[in-house]
Nanobody, 121 residues
Framework: QVELVESGGGSVQAGGSLRLSCAASGPTSKCWGWFRQAPGKEREAVASIQGDGRIIYADSVKGRFTISLGNAANTLYLQMNSLKPEDTAMYYC?????????????????WGRGTQVTVSS
């Protein structure tokens, strides 16, 4: 079983930046994603890397957030700039196994426990 561990969350003022990291304990695939969930709201997809290399961002973060994979492909990053109070949430990383990634499966096999991001106005 692969474990994912997020880090890099914290408290910042609006307009500030944070860089989230997610380290995998073992091999996964090229398919990764960042999700977030604010209190009282449903979990939403923030950004994802597809099996064919395409990157998809939620409209709310386009132009401000950048998702990337480390050279070893077992570490995921999320650079968050121009943060807004509405970005406040618990952020989770997720990864697909190789089979689900290669066959285009929509679900993620592995999830981290989350890191809190709080943006004050």
């Amino acid at each position: 079983q692969v474990e994912l561990v997020e880090s890099g969350g914290g408290s910042v003022q609006a307009g500030g930046s944070l860089r989230l990291s997610c380290a995998a304990s073992g091999p996964t695939s090229k398919c990764w994603g960042w999700f977030r969930q604010a209190p009282g709201k449903e979990r939403e997809a923030v950004a994802s890397i597809q099996g064919d290399g395409r990157i998809i961002y939620a409209d709310s973060v386009k132009g401000r957030f950048t998702i990337s994979l480390g050279n070893a492909a077992n570490t995921l990053y999320l650079q968050m700039n121009s943060l807004k109070p509405e970005d406040t949430a618990m952020y989770y990383c997720a990864a697909k196994g190789r089979i689900r990634c290669s066959t285009g499966g929509v679900n993620f096999d592995y999830w981290g426990r989350g890191t809190q991001v709080t943006v004050s106005s």
